[in-house]
């Protein structure tokens, strides 16, 4: 078969045998070509998608092997070092602030390379049932020791520095004086500057400048570098949150601890502060009536003439020398007579309900208090107290118990 015939038989033109741009190829070869060529692309872009893919694969493979290994290597130094061994070794001092938690105290020890971890104190915390008994203070503990054996240093008397000073309900400055110097080791210049030295230690202006009433009774851990104005703004500062705790307005502040440093001086009984507050109350309201707006109490007299207990003589509650005679002199007294506890604070601002002028303690060693609202009955209440100093001259001192119109 010829050339020709093949063509015809197969139904396409013979092709032309003058060049072209396409070789001399027809239109259908040219779209196979054309077709097979776009097939060569695609299969190259495959192959380098995922070439492309491969790598990434591998390199993320890599950095997460990588990661997991220091995970791992994290967790195996956190297990190795989750706790010591051992009572340690060494020494370090340590301070427990007052109302630290099981976890405040945690994190101390570990910031002071006592315990390992704050997980291996809480554990060992957990575990002891006498660890609530930790007290604030400063310790000696040691370096590197397990947390069953801190929790158990602290639990140990011996552990516990001696720095600990503890100011009484109703005790004066000179009192807080006394105590500084002896626990603290402060010299009296030392302290009565501090005490001078309102703006540091935060008294506030309602004050006066004296710090009498202003040294909060409490325990305080007396830390080896702190000085006395250190420890005397701490007192300051207690007392001041616990008359804002109570609601007591700034400008009221001095009014209010004065008159609770009456109450924690005239009675030894809790029991008795409301009424306490609310002989003082009226009495001060009372400037038309029977009281005449004296307080007419045997606390102040004393706080005047440096003595803490006991009767002012007839003497005494006629000097009116004393500013602080409250016999002689109408109001509150010029400043607190000593630091006042909580609870008498809270009585002042919230005082029983009564008509009560007078009380007088008929019982200095049981503190039974008898309280009235006229002056008869003090005074039958009074011939008490005058038969229980007449029993018992040693406790009442050398004044005679005579009627008075105070407390």
Not at 225 to 252: K, Q, W
């Amino acid at each position: 078969m010829s050339q020709d015939d093949f063509f015809v038989a197969i139904g396409v033109d013979r092709p032309s045998e003058e060049g072209s741009a396409d070789g001399g190829r027809t239109p259908r070869r040219r779209r196979f070509g054309d077709e097979r060529a776009r097939k060569r692309r695609r299969r190259r872009r495959r192959r380098v998608t995922t070439l492309v893919l491969i790598i990434a694969l591998a390199i993320v493979g890599v950095v997460g092997y990588k990661a997991l290994d220091v995970v791992r290597s994290t967790q195996g130094d956190q297990t190795q070092l989750s706790d010591y061994s051992g009572a340690g070794q060494g020494e370090v001092v340590v301070t427990i602030p007052e109302g630290a938690t099981g976890q405040d105290i945690a994190q101390i020890l570990v910031d002071a390379g006592v315990v390992a971890t704050k997980r291996a104190f809480t554990d060992a915390y957990s575990a002891n049932a006498n660890a609530a008994n930790i007290q604030s203070g400063t310790y000696t503990l040691r370096l590197r020791m397990s947390g069953a054996n801190a929790v158990a240093m602290l639990l140990d008397p011996a552990s516990k520095d001696d720095h600990t000073l503890t100011v009484p309900e109703g005790a004066t400055k000179t009192q807080v004086k006394e105590h500084l110097m002896d626990v603290g080791g402060y010299t009296d210049a030392e302290v009565e500057a501090a005490f001078a030295d309102t703006a540091a230690i935060g008294l506030p202006e309602v004050a006066g400048g004296d710090v009498e009433g202003w040294l909060a009774p409490s325990t305080y851990d007396i830390a080896e570098d702190a000085s006395a104005t250190d420890v005397v703004a701490s007192m300051v500062r207690t007392t001041i949150s616990r008359l804002e705790a109570a609601g007591v307005a700034e400008a009221d502040y001095q009014a209010v601890l004065t008159k609770a440093s009456i109450v924690e001086r005239e009675v030894s009984k809790p029991e008795y502060y409301g009424k306490v507050a609310r002989v003082i109350d009226n009495r001060l309201a009372d400037t038309d009536g029977e009281t005449k707006g004296l307080l007419q109490m045997d606390s102040t007299v004393l706080y005047g003439l440096g003595r803490v207990g006991g009767i002012p003589t007839s003497e005494e509650i006629a000097d009116t020398s004393n500013p602080y005679n409250t016999y002689a002199h109408a109001g509150l007294p010029p400043t607190p007579i000593g630091s006042p506890g909580e609870e008498a604070i809270r009585a002042v601002q919230s005082p029983t309900e009564g008509d009560w002028l007078y009380f007088v303690t008929v019982d200095l060693e049981t503190g039974e208090t008898l309280f009235s609202a006229t002056h008869a009955e003090q005074q039958e209440n009074t011939k008490r107290l005058t038969e229980y100093c007449t029993r018992n001259p040693d406790v009442c001192g050398t004044a005679s118990a005579t009627p008075t119109d105070g407390g």
